[in-house]
């Protein structure tokens, strides 16, 4: 989904909001030319945001596993996007962004210092992908990497040209997005969200194993389908069973719930899982 340029932005920086796309790093700053930044996106639709506690909290998780310090506490992250959201029209979906990185660099120069951590939030008009448009998948030759090779238990901005390879790759071979396989050859999630396929009536994820984001919208639609009384299995999955699967879609905070439209030469319908993942996902957020 292509941002637009001109789009309505607000950002808190420095104990002010600021209109527009403000500035917030300098050219020597650590996080600018060594890329510590992390960041977090909640979701602000229909007059909701939700769990936008847990983004705050993963925000300030991933500066840790990043080595920076948070400098602010989750519930006031939470106060600031409130208060932040009130400076839109209450129509537009917005997507809400604190972002953590550290200015200096420790005696190595390639570490941080986690003093120096600064944090700014972002909030930004961004459409919503309509209910129905899917998007289509292939493989790629770039997998997720392991917790020894990269920092992948934070939502870390580094972490991101690896995915833009991908879809890329995928671009170039006429697709939109891919399914990507860890390291050791089991599928991870696509280059952007979470996956989910269904098969004879159940539905099956990848088991998180470190080597992506056990995502907030994974784990609440996990939650609403068994609710539900659907059968989702947690499991090592690998590219075939998405060959064979009846039906593939994915989660994530940006599009929310959106379904597979073709795997390769194989297409696919918006199938009822996903149907089903969106009625309840919306339903719950709309409580």
């Given at each position: 989904?292509?941002?637009?340029?001109?789009?309505?932005?607000?950002?808190?920086?420095?104990?002010?909001?600021?209109?527009?796309?403000?500035?917030?790093?300098?050219?020597?700053?650590?996080?600018?030319?060594?890329g510590?930044?992390?960041?977090?996106?909640?979701?602000?639709?229909?007059?909701?945001?939700?769990?936008?506690?847990?983004?705050?909290?993963?925000?300030?998780a991933?500066?840790?596993?990043?080595?920076?310090?948070?400098?602010?506490?989750?519930?006031?992250?939470?106060?600031?996007?409130?208060?932040?959201?009130?400076?839109?029209?209450?129509?537009?979906?917005?997507?809400?962004?604190?972002?953590?990185?550290?200015?200096?660099?420790?005696?190595?120069?390639?570490?941080?210092?986690?003093?120096?951590t600064?944090?700014?939030?972002?909030?930004?008009?961004?459409?919503?992908?309509?209910?129905?448009?899917?998007?289509?998948?292939?493989?790629?030759?770039?997998?997720?990497?392991?917790l020894?090779m990269?920092?992948?238990?934070?939502?870390?901005?580094?972490?991101?040209?690896?995915?833009?390879?991908?879809l890329?790759?995928?671009?170039?071979?006429?697709?939109?997005?891919?399914?990507?396989?860890?390291?050791?050859?089991?599928?991870?999630?696509?280059?952007?969200a979470?996956?989910?396929l269904?098969?004879?009536?159940?539905?099956?994820?990848?088991?998180?194993?470190?080597?992506?984001?056990?995502?907030?919208?994974?784990?609440?639609?996990?939650?609403?389908?068994?609710?539900?009384?659907?059968?989702?299995?947690?499991?090592?999955?690998?590219?075939?069973?998405?060959?064979q699967?009846?039906?593939?879609?994915?989660?994530?905070?940006?599009?929310?719930?959106?379904?597979?439209?073709?795997?390769?030469?194989?297409?696919?319908?918006?199938?009822p899982?996903?149907?089903?993942?969106?009625?309840?996902y919306?339903?719950?957020?709309?409580?």
């Amino acid at each position: 989904m292509t941002m637009k340029p001109n789009r309505n932005i607000w950002t808190w920086f420095e104990g002010d909001w600021h209109e527009g796309n403000h500035l917030i790093l300098g050219a020597a700053d650590h996080g600018t030319w060594l890329g510590t930044m992390v960041f977090d996106g909640a979701r602000y639709f229909d007059g909701v945001a939700p769990d936008l506690d847990l983004h705050c909290q993963r925000a300030n998780a991933s500066a840790l596993a990043m080595g920076l310090r948070p400098t602010m506490q989750a519930g006031k992250i939470v106060e600031l996007a409130k208060e932040g959201i009130e400076k839109f029209d209450g129509m537009c979906p917005l997507y809400i962004r604190p972002m953590y990185w550290s200015t200096l660099g420790g005696p190595t120069a390639v570490d941080a210092v986690p003093e120096s951590t600064v944090f700014c939030l972002c909030i930004e008009e961004a459409a919503m992908a309509p209910e129905g448009v899917g998007f289509s998948v292939t493989t790629t030759s770039f997998v997720r990497p392991l917790l020894s090779m990269a920092v992948v238990n934070a939502k870390a901005s580094c972490l991101y040209p690896n995915n833009a390879r991908m879809l890329k790759e995928a671009q170039d071979k006429g697709f939109q997005n891919t399914i990507t396989c860890d390291a050791m050859g089991n599928v991870a999630e696509t280059a952007t969200a979470n996956i989910f396929l269904a098969k004879d009536g159940e539905v099956f994820t990848p088991i998180p194993n470190g080597t992506f984001l056990n995502g907030i919208t994974r784990q609440r639609v996990i939650k609403l389908l068994r609710q539900a009384g659907e059968t989702v299995h947690e499991a090592v999955l690998k590219i075939e069973d998405f060959r064979q699967a009846d039906e593939i879609f994915s989660t994530g905070n940006y599009s929310k719930v959106t379904h597979v439209t073709a795997f390769d030469d194989r297409h696919f319908e918006f199938g009822p899982f996903a149907k089903k993942s969106r009625e309840l996902y919306w339903n719950w957020a709309g409580r």
